[in-house]
């Protein structure tokens, strides 16, 4: 129960915690969690790092990934992501809402509310998907401003510099773009859209010990790689921004359409979690215990008069 109890709180912030996870040999895995029930079950599989999709949180709201939702919006969605796991978690900044105080305003309102990481692209708004067409880049130095004001910001959490470039102005702008960002203070760097194994490669060694993002979403402009094999690549970290949220989304479809043709759910509950499964995935039975061992412990005895 990390976020009742104090005595099972982390005892370092969130943003040193995932740098740790960087300097550490192989890659940060971090699945998409779109929600805390989501953050649990990753974190039960064996995941110990997080990442929060601005496109998962919009679509779990019904919106497009334009660049709609607020600061304070995805604030909740972090604070129910760390509050439920305790893992570290990278944050989808998208544009960083605005300029520069804009940012950095971004940055203390999601490291406040416990992220690890945060990244930040160089897209024009309304932003798209990174692997959508269409879309416009501020110039390089806006980004810049940006990231330096983002890295000021920042007491721990770390900056990430996303680049959107490669689709828009070419490899080699892609590249230009990220050695300025990382002059103005970024962390690490996620270059979006790469599309074959020889561009990530080539963006790697343009890039020697600067961390590097990978982006494993389906259906998009990226083949399926592995995790080890974007670590032979030369890559430090791995996301799989939407993919809980599309199974989720489609089972739930299927249910809903299954309730409509069958009258009930009856047909469906096979392939549902169970009461039992869900208790045991929030911990229920143990916050239940603590608070009867709270109440066992506070309650007095009334004095009695003689």
């Given amino acids: 129960m990390p976020y009742l109890l104090a005595s099972d709180l982390p005892t370092e912030s969130a943003g040193k915690r995932f740098r740790a996870a960087l300097e550490r040999p192989g890659i940060f895995q971090l699945p998409g969690a779109h929600n805390g029930q989501a953050a649990i079950q990753a974190r039960n599989a064996g995941f110990d790092g997080l990442y929060l999709s601005g496109a ?3 679509a779990s709201m019904g919106l497009p990934d334009l660049g709609i939702i607020t600061v304070d919006e995805v604030a909740f969605f972090i604070r ?3 509050r439920s796991s305790g893992l570290p978690l990278l944050v989808d900044g998208d544009t960083g809402y605005g300029e520069a105080l804009n940012v950095m305003h971004m940055v203390r309102t999601f490291e406040d509310a416990g992220a690890g990481a945060v990244h930040l692209e160089d897209q024009i708004l309304p932003k798209k998907c990174g692997h959508l067409n269409g879309k416009n880049l501020v110039s390089a130095l806006d980004m810049a401003t940006k990231v330096a004001a983002a890295k000021k910001a920042a007491r721990d959490i770390v900056i990430v510099a996303r680049t959107d470039a490669a689709g828009v102005e070419g490899f080699d702008a892609a590249v230009d773009r990220a050695k300025m960002y990382v002059d103005a203070g970024a962390d690490a760097i996620f270059p979006e859209a790469l599309n074959t194994r020889a561009m990530f490669e080539k963006f790697a060694n343009a890039m020697p010990n600067v961390p590097l993002l990978a982006n494993m979403t389906e259906f998009g402009k990226t083949p399926f790689y592995t995790a080890t094999e974007f670590e032979e690549m030369g890559y430090k970290m791995v996301i799989w921004p939407v993919s809980s949220l599309r199974v989720a989304n489609k089972a739930q479809a299927e249910l809903y359409a ?6 009930g759910t009856h047909k469906y509950v096979d392939r549902m979690q169970t009461r039992q499964e869900l208790y045991d995935t ?5 916050f239940e215990e603590l608070d009867a061992s709270i109440i066992k412990t506070v309650v007095p005895v009334m004095p009695q008069e003689g």
């Avoid at 299954?258 to 009258?263: F, L, R, V």
């Avoid at 929030?282 to 143990?286: A, Y």
């Fill in 56 to 58: 998962a949180m919009t």
């Fill in 80 to 82: 129910q992501i760390v």
């Fill in 282 to 286: 929030i911990g229920l039975h143990d």
């Fill in 258 to 263: 299954s309730i409509k043709e069958n009258g």
